[in-house]
């Protein structure tokens, strides 16, 4: 992920129960270019998007989405406003290798996923 203005989508990941099948086809449709990234936490698969970076979780879905990040001052705060305006916490505030995130979904069901760099 690169650091962006608050508020910026700056992270797209797909969640996909076929992660090897989603790198493939990303791969030769979209041509975009793939690096396997390792940490204590187990591997990652990222991708340049142009603008952002990516990457491709597996994880036991019954249909893949995409989960964009955005970038706010302050995970807690921006969790809160969301759950009082009615959204549902999917993940409340984990800290990570190079910050803290956590994943909200609206009442129509959109997922969003809000992010907070390390200082």
């Known amino acids: 992920m690169s ?4 508020n910026r989508v700056v992270h797209l ?5 076929d992660a090897e099948q989603a790198r493939a086809f990303y791969a030769q449709v ?20 142009g ?14 989405l995409w989960l964009p990040y ?3 001052d302050d995970v807690h705060s921006a969790t809160d ?3 009082e305006h009615g ?3 999917l993940l409340g505030p984990r800290e990570g290798p190079a910050g803290w995130r956590s994943v909200i979904a ?7 996923a809000f992010w907070q760099w390390k200082a």
């Not at 990941?13 to 129960?17: F, G, K, P, Y």
């Not at 793939?34 to 991708?47: F, K, M, N, S």
């Not at 609206?106 to 969003?112: C, I, K, Q, V, Y």
């Open 106 to 112: 609206t009442r129509a069901g959109a997922e969003l």
């Open 3 to 6: 650091r962006a203005v608050p």
């Open 13 to 17: 990941e797909l969640h996909t129960s």
């Open 81 to 83: 406003r969301a759950r």
């Open 70 to 72: 955005v970038a706010v």
């Open 30 to 49: 979209c041509g975009w270019r793939q690096e396997r990234i390792l940490t204590r936490h187990g591997a990652y698969q990222a991708v340049e998007l």
């Open 51 to 64: 603008t952002m970076g990516g990457g491709f979780v597996e994880c036991p879905t019954q249909r893949s």
């Open 87 to 89: 959204a549902a916490v």
